[in-house]
């Protein structure tokens, strides 16, 4: 039973800094570009969003399995992060099948994708790739190209190439054109320094791309890059981890209603620190995080107007790790927050927004080890909020090795 115990509170260690997908390829989209997002950030989003990210370590965004949370930001909107990714091995062990589906969303709203493709091994050293996120209307695929060179025990340094809406101008039936065809270019060095200790470089970039879009009457040049950086280690008696993601993504909007053009900025950075210590038989983990946002100018086709928005969040955490059963944790964590939000708008979509409160929130999640075969674990969560007495939203997570 003890060894049990120690499997299941192993799995708690690690937890995602942000929930979206940092550490894989991230192309361009029309959608994002042109629409951009729908939701108004209140100030508790980033507060929740944070609460419902990963909490179980494995599998780990690199890994093949199901990884899944979901987790409630209001009366009628839901934060989810799904990642189900597997490679079928052929007979010849060089070969491989590939499926990676996922659902999440980003600073321009939601998106899918339902990548299929074939991985090669050569050499043992080499691993090259082609993937699709293929539709029945073809002007809309995107095609991956991948190559990962392999080092050592569980490191490598891999280059992917994305092309989205590889076969628009050809097969669209609209009267919309890629002008300047984006490229998506991602780079990910991971070294495994120990089997304790691990470092993470992810680097998304989409230079310079133009799509003139008659349906929607814009035309819209823009670029985007996203790093993010993961750095975990044990030392002694002590588990570290630490987190940083950036954003930046500018865009020019010419719309069929403007004389001039209309231009966008994002600027995004969050950073954090967490540490756990192991020996003590409630592992007591606290940690701190700051995150900063700023945008400025045409939102895009869904706001419909133009804003300036402006976020700085520092927020401390901190929890425990309450053993029930062989197969059944709880760990109650606390999120202290004070949130600064300025926020004006051009459209009645969104609010304006000056606030400068705390808030706060206390979290249960209820960890259940569902096959020990596989390590799987399903989280429920209930949180309360602590800047008011209310229901602070439920959240389920389920994470399944594969």
């Known amino acids: 039973m003890r060894w049990r115990v120690s499997c299941l509170a192993a799995a708690l260690f690690i937890t995602d800094g942000e929930a979206q997908n940092w550490h894989s390829p991230h192309p361009w989209r029309a959608d994002a570009v042109v629409d951009g997002r729908a939701r108004d950030y209140n ?7 944070f609460s419902y990210r990963h909490l179980i370590d494995h599998p780990s965004p690199l890994e093949d399995g199901i990884r899944g949370t979901a987790g409630s930001l209001t009366s009628d909107r839901l934060y989810m992060d799904f990642r189900y990714q597997q490679a079928f091995v052929f007979d010849n062990p060089d070969q491989a099948f590939t499926l990676d589906i996922q659902r999440a969303e980003d600073f321009d709203g939601s998106y899918d994708r339902q990548l299929v493709g074939f991985r090669q091994t050569l050499a043992r050293r080499w691993q090259l790739s082609l993937q699709g996120d293929v539709f029945s209307d073809k002007a809309l695929t995107d095609i991956y190209f991948g190559a990962r060179r392999l080092h050592g025990t569980g490191s490598w340094l891999q280059l992917s190439v994305v092309l989205p809406n590889a076969y628009f101008n050809d097969k669209t039936d609209s009267q919309s054109e890629l002008v300047d065809e984006p490229r998506t270019l991602f780079v990910q060095w991971h070294q495994q320094h120990t089997p304790r200790a691990s470092t993470t470089l992810s680097v998304n970039h989409t230079p310079d791309a133009v799509l003139d879009d008659r349906a929607r ?7 985007q890059t996203r790093v993010a950086l993961r750095h975990r280690a044990r030392q002694g008696d002590w588990q570290w981890q630490a987190d940083l993601h950036g954003e930046r993504t500018r865009r020019q909007h010419q719309l069929d209603e403007a004389t001039g053009p209309q231009g966008f900025r994002r600027d995004m950075a969050s950073l954090t620190l967490a540490v756990r210590y192991l020996p003590h038989r409630w592992q007591p983990q606290v940690g701190a995080r700051y995150f900063w946002l700023d945008e400025d100018g045409w939102f895009g086709r869904e706001l419909n107007g133009s804003g300036d928005v402006s976020r700085r969040e520092p927020m401390l955490f901190g929890g425990l790790s309450l053993p029930l059963s062989d197969t059944q944790r709880l760990a109650p964590t606390v ?7 300025e926020q004006t708008v051009s459209s009645q979509r969104w609010r304006d927004r000056d606030d400068d409160a705390f808030a706060g929130k206390l979290s249960v999640p209820w960890h259940i080890t569902v096959s020990k075969q596989n390590g799987a674990i399903l989280s429920i969560v209930p949180s309360l909020r602590l800047h008011r007495f209310a229901f602070g939203g439920g959240n389920v997570q389920l994470h399944w090795p594969l």
């Open 43 to 49: 100030n508790e989003y980033f507060l929740h969003a």
């Open 217 to 223: 009457g814009d035309r819209v040049s823009s670029r």
């Open 335 to 341: 999120y202290l927050s004070r949130p600064r939000v």
